[in-house]
């Protein structure tokens, strides 16, 4: 059974940092590329970074840009996202995500495994 599975998420002041990995089992997804997404109440889930099989292009959204890292780890099968300069606006659920592509993608249909989440809460 595949499974990915998030942790490092919690509550933290504006301005602050959190990591948050995914560790996959079940099979390994070191030629596949993988993302993280995010979904705050009341909206839509959105793409937050990706990064492709290799682990040498990364991908972000705009608005994450210069504060999100995300990395992988395939000798762990893991995959991450360091956080810095946290705002209250990056409240939401993280999701990370593998995709059946080498080359990552900022679609959320192009995933085919997901993890359940974990929550990121920033107060201001």
């Known amino acids: 059974q595949v499974q990915l599975v998030e942790s490092g998420g919690g509550l933290v002041q504006a301005g602050g940092s959190l990591r948050l990995s995914c560790e996959a089992s079940?099979?390994?997804?070191?030629?596949?590329?993988m993302g993280w997404f995010r979904q705050a109440r009341g909206k839509e889930r959105e793409f937050v970074a990706a990064i492709n099989w290799s682990g040498a292009s990364t991908y972000y959204t705009d608005s994450v840009k210069g504060r999100f890292t995300i990395s992988r780890d395939k000798s762990k099968n893991a995959m991450y996202l360091q956080m810095n300069n946290l705002k209250p606006e990056d409240t939401a659920v993280y999701y990370c995500?593998?995709?059946?592509?080498?080359?990552?993608?900022?679609?959320?249909?192009?995933?085919?495994?997901w993890g359940q989440g974990t929550q990121v809460t920033v107060s201001s």
């Open positions: 995500a593998a995709s059946g592509r080498y080359l990552s993608s900022q679609t959320l249909g192009e995933y085919d495994y």
């Open positions: 079940g099979r390994t997804f070191s030629r596949n590329a």
